[in-house]
């Protein structure tokens, strides 16, 4: 991710993009930014990115069945 991205996609994190309902420890989750897609998890207060991904580098989106 570019570093001119990163500051912002901080931000976002920093706002806990979990769902309200959800905070199981052991779940990963994800959130789409700007073309990446940011793979986390959360363990307490610490949120902890595990993958960024850029999708068009990746092949686009891919339907699930």
């Known amino acids: 991710m570019p570093e001119n991205k990163q500051?912002?996609?901080?931000?976002?994190?920093?706002q806990d993009p979990r769902p309200a309902y959800d905070t199981d420890e052991t779940r990963a989750y994800g959130v789409?930014?700007?073309?990446?897609?940011?793979?986390f998890k959360v363990h307490g207060d610490v949120l902890t990115v595990f993958e960024v991904?850029?999708?068009?580098?990746?092949?686009?989106?891919?339907?699930?069945k």
């Open 53 to 64: 991904v850029d999708i068009e580098a990746a092949g686009g989106y891919k339907k699930v």
């Open 7 to 14: 500051t912002a996609a901080v931000k976002i994190l920093e």
């Open 32 to 39: 789409t930014f700007s073309g990446f897609d940011i793979r």
